[in-house]
């Protein structure tokens, strides 16, 4: 009896494990697991931050990378080796971020100027921006403004 209840317990634990085999990585990843204790980095939270705080980022993401890169090349684990593009991606992410509010506030500084750097116009196509402006197309010579005003649109009205 006592080698069944034995065998029995056995295959209690064998069906437990079987049930849950990822249960402990399910408890452990956390977002914070990766190395270095760099979680993820979402786009909304580099938006807040002064450009020199970027910048340090930026270089930090970058040294990070070589030294995964470096971990790869001398055969490091496998959690080094998916968290490549993760750093990757949060590169670009930083990079984004940094030439979208610079972009911004070229925008802020050049608005309402007469002329403006040529990535900042609208692109619209070639022959739309070479069309004339609203006023230049409204624009009346004196002659035919003389003539409008001396030759009226004349105006009927119908007796019912």
């Known amino acids: 009896m006592r080698s069944s209840s034995s065998a029995l317990s056995a295959k209690v634990q064998v069906a437990a494990f079987q049930q849950e085999p990822h249960a402990d990585k399910r408890e452990r990843s956390t977002g914070e697991e990766q190395p270095f204790g760099q979680a993820k980095i979402k786009a909304r939270d580099l938006r807040g931050k002064k450009k020199e705080e970027l910048l340090k980022q930026l270089d930090d993401l970058k040294v990070e990378l070589s030294q995964l890169r470096v971990a790869k090349v001398t055969g490091g684990a496998a959690s080094k080796l998916s968290k490549i593009r993760v750093v990757r991606k ?10 979208q509010t610079q972009k911004e506030n070229l925008r802020k500084f050049y608005k309402g100027k007469k002329y403006k750097p040529l990535d900042l116009r609208p692109k619209k196509t070639r022959a739309m921006r070479r069309r004339l402006n609203k006023h230049e197309e409204n624009l009346k010579t004196k002659k035919q403004q003389r003539k409008e005003r001396l030759y009226p649109v ?6 019912a």
């Open 90 to 99: 949060s590169i670009a992410r930083v990079l984004t971020v940094i030439n």
């Open 154 to 159: 004349r105006k009927y009205a119908i007796k």
